[in-house]
């Protein structure tokens, strides 16, 4: 491929006007004041609500159904079950294990039975309890090692003799043969729980069909496109008589990135009764629905050499995947093969495995797949350094992989900035001043990571763009961005709309962005793994170039000048070498308008796809990648046990920073909600499989007051590929908050806490199987290290 | 210019698929179920409703206006006068000689002094009973020809010592020379008076101004893009920073084709509270406004041989314009360059001025400008050939002039079907059998006319497209149209649909179509003078060309075959030589989309500027002409002087009929329209300057049970340049109808009706006049002429 001026405006301009400053977000002041219009503010004429009827039982066959006595309340227009939307479906194609309602079988408690739309919730919540529904129960899996070893009954039929949903087993290097001839070797185990997502707008969709017969989706999604294929799909409907429209979003963070049993039901119960029909899901639907973080059982063996650098790393992992597959397909693939970074090591294997177990379906959550083995490792870094003697920033910057390089399992890492990320935690906590040297009870830790900036394959098989925009510029001095990407609250838009004001010079708030609506906006493939500045970003400088191309060469035609004299900026189209020739943008569009015809362009993405020396012709997961690095100060309580966090300090490589203001929030809300998974909430169901506490009261998400002191750095490594040099900020700076908490954990008080989250309980009993050990044990860390080595 | 393919689809498949059958209406169902959405229909949040204030005098000084009574009354958010919009506009930009709220001078009876803002309706009508004004008294003017004689006080103080509003005098060959020495010369004066249009819908309009500072506007309105410009120079807003909106419109026929002060004022409420402000007229305040037909004095006088080809026209026309100019710089040009075809005569003179009146003003209605002069010569048409003994259908085949020539006036007529549309209504009325042969009472009168197909020029001076489309084309098997053009309900949106349909091989259901809403869609002029199926439709068929373009390629490519074999069909893309290669248009977008990138484009339209012997360069008013021919039957009781009409018949060449139940249906309208105003509406005012009857009780217009049986018959001459060789269809079937009317009352009952409308009392008075003349006169109709000519 042909190197392309991505990194920034043309010459003899070298500075950007937009980029890089930090304005406003475009839907801030409509957010601000109220305006903004989220899916349950729709209110259609004639519109039904609809309820659904969730199972009560975590494992059991439907025997029967009987929904006759509801129908037969007043007030209910329509009450349908699994016989109504028989179509399998899954986010990813090749899994396609769910159904909008249980058609013979329900797999946790929660699992969707039947909806109802009726002229209010009220009366649909009746119609629910007057659905009879004989079920016949079967055992139900919490265990997920006993779903790995019991084989009957299965949860998915389709899975023959086992309930496993995935498995993956990939080596690169002679793991083994490093081991055996490593100075140091350090095992352990890890147990990451289960979290969810906490967006604060619950599940909401609306359904209408108009008379025309176009059925119209309104959704609380981050994926517009899936969930338009899956409806295409269970609906058995022509793609082009739907479409789907995304209002403004609360919150997603991964929780709506599956189609979702609420979106097919509104629009089959909207087909049925030929009303608008809206369903909003309470709270506790939320925590049934989840699709959180997975739960992982992690075994880690890393082997080193005596000053430190890594040889080998083993990992086996068994995931927990609830009840359906969800993204898990991806899940289990990315629990090993995105942690090759921001380390050089020569050989490495995973072994995943996800099982099927009868609970809320598990999917991706803000560092999908990435953030539990990212804990195990990290801390188990720690380990290394602290058996060897060795600074925990000085190992990282020791076994540092560098840029433009090429991981052990074949991803293609082209710029870095990880050095400068651990430079900075280092220096902004006074490291070397208080590391190892603060009063007991307090310490330090320190972790890095690396994650992607979208995926290489988009999860349906197409030579298609993953990302598409369109612009339309007329005489009044507008331009529109028609943008597929979903707004998530992570500024899309905002974003797209800064590009294309950089490229034609204008006033960012000249730059109008209509987005996530399949009738108006070309296809971008959704709001996950981190793609969308990345894709979306290039796909708008893409067609902003070839619009300002045409301003360029009309404003030159008539000012009889060579285009490379013409340049777009702030608002206005300037002679380079002739000060008095300054024309409007309105008036440069005018001139395009007159010159080519009513303006409008397209811009698309693809990952590029490199042969070579590349493993199988590919580069990897991703085009680029984010890295970050954390250095975590934690306080322990050893008479509660309680933990507590004053201060974090992350440094984050987002390449570009296109808004400063938005990189940060986005660092910001990884830390904070890093630190809450590790500390606070547990996403978990009791011993019959019902949820322990779904409430916002009982799932205990941390306020402003509970979240620490934040000091955020901007890396700007400069991507070669990504838009002016952007990648990812979302959810890299996630990962690392964990591994440095528990690092800095044990600094203040000694202890290892390999188990998530990090309660008071389990705080205490390390403490005092410390103090047993440290009366037993003979030696110190380094000695029990070399002994472990001998018994491998 | 290169000859264009624009006749129909390429070689070898000659037949179309969408286009010339009755598809359904792409509104049809939804106006049918009541979904479709209108302007008064839009409810916001915390919405204000807003009303006027209006004069109570036809022709005022404002002394002093003190609205502090009517701010002091709760609910009242706000009140405005002319001073907060004291920028005066017009929809000619030569012309802007109003403003939205009077500043200094009140010019009728309801001209727009002030507007409140309140909770409800029913506070701001209180209101505006406590805003006091003091008026000084003016002399009003009502007579047309007191204004253009008296030039004190001039209703416009811009205007120097006198009222005329505008005049043009061309001259083109030797008229009075011709008169000289023809065997015949027919003078005669006539009275057209004036009329509205009556939509069902009154005015209203919506603003809101965002969290962001961007003002929406939604309006009903057939001028968006006139709007916007209005409303940026008014309200003195960056007009990119304006967002026009016409949302579904309840009919218009040109009586929402200026920038209207409700428009200005609900945006100015908006601005000042910050809160939506929806203004909606009530039917009074509608007909107040009204800018519908001139009111026109004309003189005639035709000189013809005595075999009947006609030498020369010379017309003389006072237009009574009311009280602002609207587009009335227009309505006097159309008074005289329209009436050159479709008869071919050497010289033609006409002398047309247009004076204020102190009444509501007048503007564009349905056949702006032409429709007087057409009745006022076809009338005369019928006089002559009564006179030289000729049959009314044979004088106009003889003086017919044909097709790709040029009228007297330098108008370029390419297409021409008016012989054939003479031929259609002859046959239809058997009219050789019927004519002059029924018994006395009732009649046959034909008449013809000739209309544009949109103006070559643009209201105002520019270079840029007169219409612009933009596609959106996706994988789903979608495409999208983003038209610039108001739907007014002549079916812009389907025609664009049809012709999408038709380029692209698609079912029309496939193609969505998004309009007039000036964020998303390119700009276009507007719905007036019969513009859009002509220039929209040409710009839909660039776009759609383009992105077929792309289609054909993907697909030969995939097939590996030239381009030329593949053929886009019936939702299918074929292989014209291999009947087994098939695919989906969805699977051809997809393979486009993989191989261009996201799939756009944009098509526009500019008339042709054509050098030559054309005079000035130009080639007239416009790129292509209708022509229609009329045969009515009346009923005259002689007794009571009540005029019936049982049928018309009505031929119209509309070039190629996209959709021939919407062509049929513009027919029907116009005939309808047509005979309405003959017989029954009248837009006056009485001695005071008060709207004689501002209600649909007192304004009286046809039910259906008073519409005559209506026989169409579409006549497709296919013009050279129309897409795919349409035409106009919308106004062109209104002007021969009266003209036709009056000519079937002569054959009735030998009476010449010269003043509109023809009321049971003028009958009787011209039945009276006919007598007493029968009883005086000497000599047949041929020597009163042949005495005319000798006194000339």
Known sequence: MAARDIHGPEAPWKEFQVVGKSHRKIDGMAKATGE???????QLPGMLHAKTLRSPHAHAKIVSIDTSRALALKGVHAVITGADLPIKYGVIPWTPDETALATD???????????????????????????????????????????????????????????????????????DGAAETADLVVKGEYQF??????????????????????????????????????????????????????????????????????????????????????????REEVFYAHRGRHPMQLAYRTSATKDGKITGVDAKILIDGGSYSSFGLVTTYYSGQLLTGPYDFPSYRFNSTRVFTNKPPCGPKRGHGSVQPRFAFECQLDEVAEQLGIDPIEIRRKNFHGEHTQT???????????????????????????????????????????????????????EMPQAGIQLKADRSGLVTVFSGANDIG??????????????????????????????????????????????????????????RAKLVAAVAEHWEVEEKRVRLIMGRAIDLEDT?????????????????????????????????DYRGGTIGASPAYSFTAHIVEAHVDEETGRITVPKVWCAHDCGRALNPRLVAGQIEGSVYMGIAEALMEDHKVNRFGLHSGPSLLDYRMPTAIDTPDIETYIVESVDPEGPYGAKEAGEGPLHSAIPALANAIHDAVGIRLRELPF???????????????EGAAAGGAAAKAMAKKETH
Not at 148 to 166: A, D
Not at 200 to 229: D, F, N
Not at 593 to 603: I, P, Q, R, Y
Not at 759 to 773: F, H, Q
């Open 193 to 282: 729980h289960g979290s969810t997502h906490g967006a604060i707008e619950p599940h909401c969709a609306v359904a209408k069909v108009s008379p025309e017969g176009v059925l119209t989706l309104w959704s609380a999604t981050q994926i517009s496109h899936y969930v338009h294929r899956a409806l295409a799909r269970v609906l058995e409907w022509e793609p082009q008589k739907i479409r789907v429209i995304q209002p403004c979003i609360g919150g997603a963070f991964g929780g709506k990135s599956d189609p979702f049993s609420l979106e097919f039901c509104v629009a089959k119960l909207a087909e049925i009764t030929g009303r608008p029909v809206k369903m909003l899901w309470t």
């Open 36 to 42: 903004a219009v989220y899916a349950d503010d729709i």
């Open 580 to 612: 008095e020739k300054v024309l409007s943008t309105r008036e440069a569009i005018q001139l395009a308008e007159a010159k080519f015809d009513t303006l409008g362009s397209t811009g698309a993405y693809n990952t590029p796809t490199l042969g070579g």
């Open 759 to 773: 309660t008071p309980a389990k705080v205490l009993a390390a403490l005092a199987e410390k103090r047993m050990s």
């Open 490 to 547: 992570q500024g899309s838009n905002s974003v797209v709309r800064y590009i294309v004001a950089e490229e034609l010079g204008m006033d960012p708030t000249d730059v109008r962005v209509l987005a996530a609506d399949s009738d108006l906006c070309p296809v971008d493939l959704g709001a996950y793994s981190s793609r969308v500045t990345f894709m979306v970003g290039n796909a708008a400088v893409d067609a902003a170039r070839k619009l």
């Open 105 to 175: 079988r329900v797999r946790f408690i929660g699992d969707e039975v039947a909806a109802v739309a009726a002229i209010d919730e009220d009366t649909a919540n009746a119609a629910l309890e007057l659905i009879d529904v004989e079920y016949e129960v079967l055992h139900a899996y919490f265990d997920p090692r006993e779903a790995l070893e019991r084989s009957e009954p299965t949860i998915h039929e389709s899975r023959k003799n086992n309930n496993v949903s995935k498995h993956v087993e990939l080596e690169f290097g002679d793991v």
């Open 408 to 462: 052990v399992n074949g991803q293609r890492i082209t710029s870095s900035g990880y050095m400068e990320c651990l430079d900075k935690v280092e220096r902004g906590s006074a490291w070397r001043e208080r590391h190892r040297q603060l009063p007991t009870g307090q310490g330090l830790g320190v972790a890095g990571s690396m994650y992607i900036s979208g995926t290489n394959y988009p999860i349906y098989p197409n």
